[in-house]
């Protein structure tokens, strides 16, 4: 269970669980390894307004693009964590912006565990870095949520669908998944 990244993550306008984009996303997990969902959409720890995904991760698992797209951020020098809101600035991650304008965060990476850099463009499945602990989180996971800007400027998250060994799935909290 875990994580929570900026109190300007507000889905304030999103007024049901539909899809915005038909595209199916890969799992950002290791092919072929079962991985179970800690937190989902809504969830009550940290997750109450967004629509966001946490996965179950052992520190120093592999992360793969879940969409192809370009490096637009990343931080991968923080070396704390924890379940403290001093740590909420502290988060390793990736933001991939999509051809869409929309983006993809990947949070509380390992220190030292971002494998691509700002402005590089990289391939759906591709390796961009390493699970961690680091940011607001109590235990090693990956978070990860789709976002874009609203006209107010501020993030708005939405839900997607994956690609799942058993189909296109919207992912569930409490469940176990393979790619
Ligand atoms: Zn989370």
Request: net charge positive; proline share 3%; aromatic share 14%.
């Given at each position: 269970m875990c994580c929570f990244i900026r109190s300007?993550?507000?889905?304030?306008?999103?007024?049901?669980?539909?899809?915005?984009?038909?595209?199916?996303?890969?799992?950002?997990?290791?092919?072929?390894?079962?991985?179970?969902?800690?937190?989902?959409?809504?969830?009550?720890f940290s997750h109450k307004k967004q629509f966001a995904l946490d996965f179950k991760l052992k520190e120093g698992s592999p992360i793969y693009a879940a969409r192809e797209g370009v490096v637009y951020q990343c931080a991968s020098h923080n070396t704390k964590g924890g379940m403290n809101k001093k740590y909420l600035s502290q988060g390793n991650h990736i933001i991939i912006q999509h051809e869409d304008g929309s983006y993809a965060a990947y949070w509380h990476l390992k220190h030292n565990g971002v494998s691509v850099v700002k402005g590089e463009k990289v391939a759906k499945g591709q390796q961009i870095g390493y699970s961690g602990n680091t940011g607001y989180s109590t235990s090693a996971h990956l978070h990860f949520e789709v976002y874009t800007y609203n006209e107010k400027g501020n993030q708005v998250t939405f839900p997607t669908q994956f690609e799942t060994s058993k189909g296109i799935r919207q992912l569930k909290a409490y469940r176990f998944y393979r790619r």
């Open positions: 300007t993550l507000l889905a304030q306008d999103l007024g049901s669980d539909k899809l915005r984009s038909s595209y199916v996303y890969s799992l950002p997990t290791e092919k072929g390894k079962k991985v179970f969902i800690s937190q989902g959409y809504k969830g009550w």
